[in-house]
T-cell receptor, first 115, second 112 residues
Framework: EAQVTQNPRYLITVTGKKLTVTCSQN?????MSWYRQDPGLGLRQIYYSMNVEVTDKGDVPEGYKVSRKEKRNFPLILESPSPNQTSLYFC??????????????FGAGTRLSVL | AQSVSQHNHHVILSEAASLELGCNYS??????LFWYVQYPGQHLQLLLK??????LVKGIKGFEAEFIKSKFSFNLRKPSVQWSDTAEYFC??????????FGTGTRLTVIP
């Protein structure tokens, strides 16, 4: 089954304790992206990757890191989480770089609370 | 910079009422337009999309949207809503590169 898998689904942590949210897709997609969803703000892009070893900042990259060592995986890293990073995070992937007819597929989401 | 505006933050309707959710975007070039739906506790799912051709697009579950280029709009409609349509709806725009720009979302509550 084609899917985007995020882990964990729920996470409660404390300020300053490094954490990683994993994202994996089994559709051989080149493009992957991380979003955060906050009430009243919709989805905002954090980082995206056009292909292996190619990553770039989205609209709200501060406090986050990503890596793309393999095509299927795109982990989101919070080196020193802060309470303002409490949010719902979505990973997404899509097949064609720059193609007009591609569609982004979303993971189930990771709800993160930073105390 | 591109932006997507959804003017209705929360809409409450009775079952069988008609629905129209507004979406306006700011970008002068060729765009691809999407509506995603997020049911409570779930991830985003594609409802419908417009790439080219007929500006009236039909999606799943009886939803449709009309692209009006002159108004930079892509409003979502459904003639008769059901309780199961209770969800949050996001309009999104993509141009050029792969990045999607989302609106802030409209929460729809349908009262049985």
């Amino acid at each position: 089954e084609a899917q985007v898998t995020q882990n964990p689904r729920y996470l409660i942590t404390v300020t300053g304790k490094k954490l990683t949210v994993t994202c994996s897709q089994n559709m051989n997609h080149e493009y992957m992206s991380w979003y955060r969803q906050d009430p009243g703000l919709g989805l905002r892009q954090i980082y995206y990757s056009m292909n292996v070893e190619v990553t770039d900042k989205g609209d709200v990259p501060e406090g986050y890191k990503v890596s793309r060592k393999e095509k299927r995986n795109f982990p989101l890293i919070l080196e020193s989480p802060s309470p303002n990073q409490t949010s719902l995070y979505f990973c997404a992937s899509s097949p064609y770089i720059g193609g007009a007819k591609n569609i982004q597929y979303f993971g189930a989401g990771t709800r993160l609370s930073v105390l | 910079a591109q932006s997507v505006s959804q003017h209705n933050h929360h809409v409450i309707l009775s079952e069988a009422a008609s629905l129209e959710l507004g979406c306006n975007y700011s970008y002068g070039g060729t765009v691809n337009l999407f509506w995603y739906v997020q049911y409570p506790g779930q991830h985003l799912q594609l409802l419908l999309k417009y790439f080219s051709g007929d500006p009236l697009v039909k999606g799943i579950k009886g939803f449709e949207a009309e692209f009006i280029k002159s108004k930079f709009s892509f409003n979502l409609r459904k003639p008769s809503v059901q309780w199961s349509d209770t969800a949050e709806y996001f309009c999104a725009v993509k141009s050029g590169a792969n990045n999607l720009f989302f609106g802030t979302g409209t929460r729809l509550t349908v009262i049985p």
